[in-house]
């Protein structure tokens, strides 16, 4: 069986936190455009380099980049059995672009999960939010905390906050979900794909929540 999934939904909305119990859960990958995008900035690719100032500013980065970069991801062999799209698609262009590309290859996207957040709780697990820079677990200093202040509790090393999660971008980014993403609700809607989910339950039911409606399980 394959399961091909996208999670939509704004910055904060726990797409990420959701990820990483179904790459558990089914053993597929998640491929978040965000975290290819990040490694493209640390290796200080030119791409890399291009991509850093649009995330910086809290803006997309250009379509054709994104997709660019998410049809070769999609062509590795450890996403033959299904994958999990975490930030992408997130144009009404990309999610034609990813059509067009499932297509040829006879695939399709089984669910699209969309949380729903209230805005300021979004801002606040921004601003709180922490990654660890070893193994990239993700936290939060009040929701989710580290049993140790600034160490992670599966590998020990430091954690970090990303440099797009201060609350000028973080305003910015959600006014980018507004206008260019959340059209993508109606669009997977229309095409009776969609999946809504209460993204404001805590982190333990919202898992519960995904896991019951998703196709086949
Ligand atoms: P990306 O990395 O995708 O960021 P994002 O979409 O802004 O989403 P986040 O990663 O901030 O949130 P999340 O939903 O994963 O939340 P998380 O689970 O961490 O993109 C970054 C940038 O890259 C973009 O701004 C853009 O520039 C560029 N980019 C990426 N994709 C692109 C594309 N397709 N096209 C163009 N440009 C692109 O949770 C957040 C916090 O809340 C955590 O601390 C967590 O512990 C906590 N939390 C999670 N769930 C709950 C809960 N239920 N209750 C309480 N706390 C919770
Ligand atoms: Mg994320």
Do not use: W
Request: hydrophobic fraction near 40%; proline fraction near 5%.
């Amino acid at each position: 069986m394959s399961l091909n999934l996208i999670l939509l939904g704004p910055p904060g909305a726990g797409k990420g936190t959701q990820a990483q119990f179904l790459i558990e859960k089914f053993g597929i990958p998640q491929v978040s455009t965000g975290d290819m995008l990040r490694a493209a900035v640390a290796a200080g690719t030119e791409m890399g380099l291009k991509a850093k100032a649009c995330m910086d500013a809290g803006d997309l980065v250009p379509d054709a980049v994104v997709v660019g970069i998410v049809k070769d991801r999609l062509q590795e062999a450890d996403c033959a059995k299904g994958y999990i799209l975490d930030g992408f698609p997130r144009t009404v262009a990309q999610a034609d672009a990813l059509a067009s590309a499932l297509a040829e290859g006879g695939q399709k996207i089984d669910a699209v999960v969309a949380f729903e957040v209230d805005k300021e709780a979004l801002v606040s697990r921004l601003t709180g939010r922490r990654a660890c820079t070893g193994c990239s677990a993700g936290y939060h200093v009040d929701y989710d905390p580290p049993k140790v202040d600034g160490v992670c509790d599966k590998c020990g090393a430091k954690l970090f906050q990303r440099d797009d999660d201060q609350e000028e971008t973080i305003r910015k980014r959600l006014e980018v979900y507004d206008n260019q993403t959340a059209p993508l609700v109606g669009y997977y809607e229309k095409a009776g794909q969609l999946k809504r989910v209460d993204g404001m339950l805590p982190i333990d039911q919202v898992k519960q929540t995904v896991l019951d409606l998703l196709p086949g399980v």
